[in-house]
């Protein structure tokens, strides 16, 4: 009985391999003859030189999986024995990531160009730095011919389907029209009580566990934290309040232990974005896979959130002008409160499905970028003490000044109290400290949220770049067939030497003398043109408050026991690829 049960088994995985590599080769197969089709056409097309496809893959996945034959425990001791030598020093040090040497910036750095060429079964699929070709494909002129590529994982079309994110055209028009508003300065500003009451939670949370380990080990006023899963939980529940009124409580689930991801939304959300990158998801087209399951059972749980969200709110809006009392309506209250998006796309009868995909886009984007951008700014700043100090510095400063204006106002007792609000509203994003956007910018240079942004071409091309930085292109233009692919590095781009001046070593102090800094065509974080990312400054005034009021409160240290080499790769973002642990030590109040 036994035997047969082996053999059955057998049988099955046999089956199930056959069809996986008949899948794979029919695919091949396709491909290929799409190749012999395309080549001959492609043939009178001037395009870069560049690796081939096979070279550039396996590049890929050595480095996605971190495959080397050194020893890494040795590297990671090398590593650490750096940052605690040189903790006060590292302004001075070159900050280069092994991951992004040997993938984003090696073909243009061996190939000594701008730009390269790698094809893929005959489709172009082109990497540039050249800022002059990157503001063409950017420009607003330019965003119905050049759109944004397909997902090829899957995962990005299910959970932001019908959104300002994947749409094009019209439609993408239609959609950047609604979401506008919600980001209006004025209503950004409206947003800042919301950020500042959940910085404020964390802050207690991070007082109360310190208070908690003094009782039990005396650590000197200092707890150690993974800094990147902190700001995730902290920015996943600021956007969950901003866009449904949800309270997804990331920041007191972080002292359950439970490894179940059922019980972490921020968790499953860093799932989905993780599945996205892994380079099996590009057979989801043609295969099953075996993270499937989950994959779809936690994006149904988040639809599912905001469907209960879109229900709540449409109950709010239709009895707003009335005294209902009963239990649902206060039920839903404490859950659902005043938000910025999702009233605003109820207010336009958007259907549920263009809800659902933006606000899913305003969940990933909103809270996986800025999430990152804080960790890699705590990250830089907890190993260049020099600048922490400078920073704390200028905060203190601030406030001073701050407490002598309300005290001046109090004495001259302003009878124009409306003004007098609104003055004092304007300072909670601590906007006038220019150092404080020096360190935001620096680290956006270094870590761009977005360190691709890919665009497909619709009809045939000439790309005019800078010739006198591209020795293989023989000074001519590029010409590329339509449906190529243009992937431009705004990693590469950030850190390219004859941009920046020293471009690996962070120094905020550059920041003092570059002007017109939203105009720049080689300082694109946030993108450029038509498509520039509509929540940049919610973005920059939540790093502002966050990282004033963590500053003010704590000084940080990076913590080389506990973390291993820093690291990053790209899933949607640019992200740490391993935790990093820094100790927060409470300061003492001046």
């Not at 239990?327 to 659902?336: A, C, D, H, I, L």
């Not at 400078?390 to 106002?409: E, G």
Request: aromatic letters at 12%; proline letters at 3%.
């Amino acid at each position: 009985m036994e035997t047969t049960k082996n053999n059955n088994e057998f049988n099955i995985s046999y089956f199930l391999t056959c069809s996986i590599f008949g899948f794979i080769l029919w695919i091949l197969t396709e491909q290929i003859l799409k190749y012999n089709n395309k080549r001959n056409k492609n043939n009178k097309y001037n395009l870069p030189k560049g690796p081939s496809f096979l070279k550039w893959f396996i590049n890929y996945l050595f480095n996605f999986y971190d495959l080397k034959l050194s020893n890494n425990k040795e590297d990671n001791n090398n590593n650490n024995n750096n940052i605690n030598n040189n903790n006060n020093n590292l302004s001075q040090e070159e900050l280069i990531e092994d991951t992004s040497e040997n993938t984003v910036l090696k073909w243009f750095n061996q190939l000594n160009s701008d730009n390269y060429c790698v094809s893929f079964f005959g489709r172009p699929m082109i990497f540039t730095r050249d800022t002059i070709i990157s503001k063409y494909i950017l420009s607003s002129n330019n965003i119905d011919n050049y759109t944004k590529p397909p997902d090829s994982s899957g995962v990005l079309i299910r959970l932001a389907q019908n959104s300002i994110l994947m749409s094009e055209g019209d439609q993408w028009r239609y959609h950047r029209s609604i979401i506008n508003q919600p980001f209006s300065s004025k209503n950004v500003k409206l947003m800042i009580p919301t950020i500042i009451t959940t910085i404020n939670k964390l802050i207690n949370h991070l007082n109360n566990n310190n208070n908690n380990n003094n009782k039990n080990n005396n650590n000197n006023n200092t707890i150690t934290i993974d800094i990147h899963s902190y700001c995730t939980k902290l920015t996943f529940d600021i956007i969950g309040k901003l866009s449904i009124g949800y309270d997804f409580n990331s920041i007191e689930s972080s002292d359950n232990h439970n490894d179940n991801d059922d019980d972490d939304i921020s968790k499953q959300f860093d799932f989905i974005l993780n599945e996205m990158i892994r380079p099996i998801r590009r057979f989801s087209s043609y295969l099953p896979l075996y993270n499937d399951i989950k994959l779809f059972k936690f994006l149904n749980k988040l639809e599912s959130i905001i469907k209960g969200a879109i229900n709540s709110r449409s109950l709010v809006s239709d009895n707003k002008n009335k005294n209902n009392n009963n239990n649902n309506n206060n039920n839903n209250n404490k859950t659902y409160k005043k938000n910025f998006l999702l009233d605003n796309l109820l207010d336009d009868n958007v259907k549920e499905k263009d809800i659902i995909g933006n606000i899913n886009t305003f969940l990933l984007a909103g809270h996986e970028t800025s999430a990152n951008l804080l960790t890699f700014i705590f990250y830089l700043l907890s190993t260049h003490n020099n600048i922490q100090n400078d920073l704390y510095n200028h905060l203190i400063d601030y406030q001073k000044k701050k407490i002598k204006i309300i005290n001046n106002k109090d004495n001259n007792k302003f009878t124009e109290e409306e003004d007098d609000d609104e003055e004092e509203e304007d300072d909670e994003d601590y906007q006038s400290i220019e150092f404080l956007d020096w360190v935001i910018y620096e680290t956006l240079r270094l870590f761009p949220p977005a360190p691709m942004i890919g665009r497909t071409s619709k009809n045939d091309d000439i790309l005019k770049n800078d010739n006198n930085n591209n020795n293989n292109n023989n000074n001519n233009n590029i010409s590329i067939p339509s449906e190529t692919l243009i992937l431009i590095s705004v990693y590469a781009i950030h850190r390219d030497p004859k941009l920046w001046k020293d471009p690996n070593i962070f120094n905020p102090y550059r920041w003092k003398n570059i002007e017109n800094i939203n105009n720049r065509s080689d300082f694109i974080p946030f993108s450029s043109g038509g498509r520039v990312c509509v929540g940049q400054k919610f973005s920059i005034v939540e790093a502002r408050i966050i990282i004033s009021k963590l500053i003010l409160n704590f000084e940080l240290s990076f913590n080389s026991l506990k973390s291993k080499p820093f690291k990053i790769y790209q899933r949607a973002t640019l992200t740490p690829k391993y935790p990093v642990f820094l100790n927060f030590k409470k300061r003492e109040t001046k």
